[in-house]
């Protein structure tokens, strides 16, 4: 399985940080499997900011889930990020990941990861 990241670099503040994974080799819809989104800054761990799973029900990281939206299409094996009103707090490697054994904590497949800096 792999997955890819792809995206803006830069974003503006306020603006809508969108992000696409592209999954190949498996599939998005495979039973019990869960693709998560996470995330790390620059001096800090790793984040997780949520999650959709093979049956479409998300799941949100609640420090922001008032920001965020995961959503998928399946006719491209894709799931997607959007996280709204970004600050510079959210400039961070965002990574794709597939959750190990349909779980949010571990991971078996990662993506690249890409920069995304937030400035103006």
């Known amino acids: 399985v792999q997955l890819r990241e792809s995206g803006p670099g830069l974003v503006r503040p306020s603006q809508t940080l969108s992000l696409t994974c592209t999954v190949s080799?498996?599939?998005?819809?495979?039973?019990?499997?869960?693709w998560s989104w996470i995330r790390q800054s620059p001096g800090k761990g790793l984040e997780w900011m949520g999650a959709?799973?093979?049956?479409?029900?998300?799941y949100y990281n609640p420090s922001l889930k008032s920001r965020t939206s995961i959503s998928r299409d399946t006719s491209k094996n894709q799931f997607t990020l959007q996280l709204n009103s970004v600050t510079s707090e959210d400039t961070a490697v965002y990574y794709c990941?597939?959750?190990?054994?349909?779980?949010?904590?571990?991971?078996?497949?990662w993506g690249q990861g890409t920069q995304v800096t937030v400035s103006s």
């Open positions: 959709i799973t093979y049956s479409a029900t998300t």
């Open positions: 080799g498996g599939s998005i819809t495979t039973a019990r499997s869960i």
């Open positions: 990941v597939r959750g190990a054994d349909g779980g949010l904590s571990r991971y078996d497949y």
